[in-house]
């Protein structure tokens, strides 16, 4: 199949940004065509010899619209193998592709947990079969996440995984992380760290603070992740890994990562759209669906993820997609799983830190899509020869987020209803489309 992807304005930060036409043949970009040239198809050393090669291609007008470098998502949970009411490899593969992704990472938190080849393997083989976006596992750090024995990591990378965490759980043996870092390097894997230390945790279930006091809820204090984001920053100077701090949350663990980057330690970090999009506020009603760990935190800390992202701490917008059903959901609020779904919701939410100011659309481009594949050395962007992972967003569209439309099998978000301008259109994956808006039944 040809396709031509016509008139939009491509931003491909440090590569191309302008209006182009981008040829797609077999898969591939054989041609990005500026506008401000005369119009040309492909050379024909560029492609096999066609007749009419105008009508070989099946057009899409992109005028009024950003064509991106498929957008990746390095930090979801998609539930298979173990908890497959909540999410499957399948569902979890056309929500992402509704909401733009052309590549998610999976968390290893499933059941078994992926710490072995053979989950590894399984979970490739699903997403083959789902045949919508591409999914790169993650595998644990410890057998079992039980933080005392570490897994294989040879056997691990060989079987496809990309990087390394206990994501749900700490690794709290700083001398466990020590050499799981030290055994990643050896393998190139980066470690995916969760940075929690559970006895500042104890009984917490949202941010520590007067509202906390007030619902008569245990609260997490911020140094609850900021002193464990300092000792793998310690610990990633002391080893030479690079270390990846997932979901943060708070302005201590900011402002150490600044502060880290700044000495040119190999540290780099994610936040997700909760994060720099609600406070603690969300909470004020017992609502479970802003439970989540870490947990939404107070206006200074959103503030402080802000500026994190503006000035380039924080490399990466990662969702922390984690489906839960009504069962662990509609409970009192401290009995509550933690965790929202952000897959459908991630690409709207993000826009606004551009309407806002907070981000070019280059650098919002870039925390969704160059970095991540730079991250995780995953081959992206928008060059001839590359795969054609393809992104295609309307930023003047306005809906109302309707959570009945997802294509995620679980509920659990807190943006349902929420106005939002900005859309994911039409998402393609090696030069197949996974989601084309126009045709839902894709
Ligand atoms: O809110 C969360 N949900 N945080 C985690 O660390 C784990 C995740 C999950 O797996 O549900
Ligand atoms: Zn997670």
């Given at each position: 199949m040809q396709i031509l992807i016509k008139d939009g304005r491509v931003v491909d930060p440090g590569n191309y940004d302008g209006i182009a036409d981008i040829f797609i043949e077999d898969g591939k970009i054989v041609k990005i065509q500026s506008n401000d040239n005369p119009r040309q198809l492909p050379t024909s050393n560029e492609q096999p010899a066609t007749r009419n090669k105008q009508q070989a291609y099946r057009t899409i007008d992109a005028t009024g619209k950003i064509v991106t470098p498929g957008l990746i998502d390095m930090h979801v949970h998609l539930r298979e193998p173990g908890h497959e009411y909540k999410e499957t490899i399948e569902t979890g593969c056309l929500a992402a592709a509704a909401g733009g992704f052309t590549a998610v990472c999976c968390m290893p938190n499933t059941n078994p947990v992926n710490d072995n080849s053979q989950v590894t393997k399984f979970i490739i083989e699903k997403a083959r079969l789902a045949d919508t976006v591409r999914v790169y596992p993650v595998a644990a750090i410890s057998k079992g996440l039980q933080g005392t024995g570490l897994s294989e990591y040879g056997d691990l990378k060989d079987a496809g995984a990309v990087a390394i965490s206990d994501d749900g759980c700490p690794v709290t043996d700083s001398q466990l992380m020590r050499r799981a870092m030290e055994y990643a390097k050896r393998f190139g894997l980066l470690i995916i760290s969760h940075c929690e230390d559970l006895n500042l945790l104890a009984e917490g279930v949202m941010n520590e603070g007067a509202l906390a006091t007030r619902m008569g809820l245990s609260g997490i204090p911020n140094a609850c992740e900021s002193v464990m984001v300092m000792r793998d920053i310690a610990l990633c100077e002391l080893t030479g890994s690079p270390v990846h701090i997932a979901h943060v949350s708070t302005m201590e663990s900011v402002r150490a990562i600044r502060d880290a980057k700044s000495r040119g330690v190999a540290v780099t970090a994610e936040t997700a759209p909760h994060y720099f999009t609600l406070t603690e506020d969300a909470v004020g009603r017992y609502d479970t669906n802003a439970k989540m760990n870490p947990p939404l935190r107070s206006k200074?800390?959103?503030?402080?993820?802000?500026?994190?992202?503006?000035?380039?701490?924080?490399?990466?917008?990662a969702t922390d997609h984690a489906p839960h059903s009504t069962i662990e959901k509609e409970v009192e609020f401290d009995r509550a799983a933690n965790g929202i779904i952000g897959l459908e919701t991630s690409v709207s939410l993000s826009l606004k830190l551009v309407e806002e100011g907070i981000l070019k659309i280059e650098e919002l481009v870039e925390k969704m899509s160059t970095n991540p594949a730079r991250i995780l050395r995953i081959?992206?962007?928008?060059?001839?020869?590359?795969?054609?992972?393809?992104?295609?967003?309307?930023?003047?569209?306005?809906?109302?987020?309707?959570?009945?439309?997802?294509?995620?099998?679980?509920?659990?978000?807190?943006?349902?209803?929420?106005?939002?301008?900005?859309?994911?259109?039409?998402?393609?994956v090696g030069g197949k489309i996974v989601f084309d808006e126009k045709n839902n039944n894709l």
């Open positions: 200074d800390d959103r503030e402080a993820i802000r500026k994190g992202l503006a000035d380039g701490t924080i490399d990466v917008i081959e992206n962007g928008l060059t001839v020869g590359n795969s054609a992972d393809i992104t295609i967003i309307d930023p003047d569209r306005s809906y109302i987020v309707d959570v009945e439309s997802f294509r995620s099998i679980s509920r659990n978000t807190p943006f349902n209803g929420l106005e939002v301008k900005g859309k994911a259109i039409l998402t393609m």
